[in-house]
């Protein structure tokens, strides 16, 4: 993600703006209010631009989203750095990097694009966060209401939704620290409807790549493992959505699992590898937001990196109650 320098703090400033708390109100059909936001982002069709501010770090994204033929389609297309593609309908999400002329195919699993962040079951967001309305804002010139979901507990982070009050389409979204400090802000910088999307418009723009280097994301987990693993300090909350074995030539040796957990607003990734006499250090290079918290120990003859958008403590607790069983042959 690109680094701006110092021109872009008087920005920084304002995408932060208005983050104080105002007095709030409680929700009173707060799975209808749910309902609502999930809908307008994927049942209306739109395009925009949005960025995402991490830190210091900022990333421009243009968004076109629309049903046709009764098939929701999205187009997300990169601005700053290296150009980057991702194309979604209803039975997977192509990701084109052409610099590298690869396509990374998706199926089976489905990231959350903004500002489609809120997903079926809706039960689940009360379970561990009180909901209530905080408020008016204004973003990308229009009136939207601000709505928080405040973690029951200290194993997750705040989040805040400002949605548009005429559609309901969530125009700004920010995960806030212990502190309520904003770690991550995404909004649209400007949006529109638009009910007669054009088809070419939700193409990609790579139509040459059908010689591309194709990679299917998950790839595959191993039949037989020969460990098992424990997490007695998993929060509550958080399930595992993936697990797959990832063989790199940057990393050599044994492939390392790697596990996805999230309680459908925040999620953490566990990495497990075999250490083989080698150090293993699978993700720190690579770890560049400071949204992220991280921890890097071993158990036994394993390294495990825990990394994610959840508290300090919190993957610090995971990985230091993991326990992993070697398997008898």
């Known amino acids: 993600m690109k680094a701006f320098g110092k021109g872009i703090i008087p920005v920084i400033g304002l995408l932060v703006s208005g983050v104080a708390q105002a007095g709030s109100e409680p929700v ?9 936001l999930s809908h307008a982002a994927h049942d209306q069709s739109y395009s925009g631009t949005y960025v995402v501010q991490r830190g210091s770090e900022m990333e421009s994204s243009r968004i076109v989203h629309a049903h046709i033929h009764g098939e929701e389609l999205t187009r997300v297309e990169v601005l700053d750095g290296r150009p980057r593609e991702i194309i979604r309908d209803g ?3 192509r990701c084109y990097y052409p610099v590298q002329h690869k396509i990374r195919i998706e199926k089976g699993y489905t990231r959350h694009l903004f500002p489609a962040l809120i997903e079926v079951p809706y039960e689940q967001y009360l379970r561990f966060y009180d909901i209530s309305r905080v408020g008016m804002n204004r973003v990308a010139g229009r009136e939207c209401q601000r709505i928080l979901l405040r973690a029951r507990d200290r194993q997750r982070f705040d989040h805040e939704f400002c949605a548009d009050v005429d559609t309901d389409l969530i125009l700004k979204a920010v995960t806030y620290d212990q502190h309520h400090d904003p770690l ?3 909004l649209f910088t400007e949006v529109s409807e638009d009910d007669h999307a054009s088809p070419e418009l939700l193409k990609s723009t790579y139509p040459d790549s059908a010689q591309w280097k194709k990679v299917f994301f998950p790839p595959p987990v191993a039949d037989h493992l020969p460990y098992q693993w424990r997490i007695p300090a998993l929060p509550s909350g ?4 993936l697990q797959m074995s990832i063989q790199t030539s940057a990393v050599p040796g044994a492939p390392f699992e ?8 925040s999620s953490f ?9 080698e150090d293993f250090h699978p993700f720190q290079a ?3 937001s400071s949204a992220l918290s991280y921890y890097s120990g071993t158990v036994g003859q394993h390294r495990i990196v825990v990394v994610g958008e959840v508290p300090q403590e919190v993957v610090t607790a995971i990985g230091q109650s ?8």
Do not use: C, N, W, Y
């Open 322 to 329: 993991m326990t992993i069983t070697e398997e008898a042959h």
């Open 184 to 186: 991550e802000t995404l």
């Open 269 to 277: 990734s566990i990495f497990i590898r075999p250490l083989q006499g």
């Open 28 to 36: 009173g059909d707060p799975l209808s209010l749910l309902s609502q």
């Open 91 to 93: 039975k997977e999400t």
């Open 238 to 241: 958080f399930s595992q959505i």
């Open 286 to 288: 690579r770890l560049q």
């Open 258 to 265: 790697h596990l996805v957990f999230s309680d459908g607003l």
